[in-house]
Nanobody, 127 residues
Framework: QMRLAESGGGSVQAGGSLTLSCTTSEYIYARKCMAWFRQVPGKEREEVVSIHTFEDTTYYADSVKGRFTISHDAAERTAYLRMRNLNPEDTAVYYC????????????????????WGRGSQVAVSS
């Protein structure tokens, strides 16, 4: 059972930046997906960004395009989510996720394909 360790959450003012990290307990060299989802109380968890670990194909939700950047360093077993120009609507618990099976890039946008999850990092953006 692969484990995901998250770090990097915190509190910032609007317009600020944060970087989240997600380190997996195993190396991922196969064609798999990693993603960040976020959730606020009373709402469903939504996929924010994803990356295919072999093709490096990325997906960004419209609400974060141009502000968030996801990357994956296979040698470090770590994915990064760099967030800039944050606004209060970005306030949420952010969850890192990884797929179990080999997938194609288009499958990275399907939440049910993610089998491994981190414990979540709180991001709070004040106005």
């Amino acid at each position: 059972q692969m484990r995901l360790a998250e770090s990097g959450g915190g509190s910032v003012q609007a317009g600020g930046s944060l970087t989240l990290s997600c380190t997996t307990s195993e190396y991922i060299y196969a064609r798999k997906c990693m993603a960040w989802f976020r959730q606020v109380p009373g709402k469903e968890r939504e996929e924010v960004v994803s990356i295919h670990t072999f093709e490096d194909t990325t997906y960004y939700a419209d609400s974060v395009k141009g502000r968030f950047t996801i990357s994956h360093d296979a040698a470090e077993r770590t994915a990064y989510l760099r967030m800039r120009n944050l606004n209060p609507e970005d306030t949420a618990v952010y969850y890192c996720a990884a797929s179990r099976t080999i997938l194609s890039p288009g499958d990275c946008q399907t939440p049910s394909n993610y089998a491994f999850w981190g414990r979540g990092s709180q991001v709070a953006v004040s106005s």
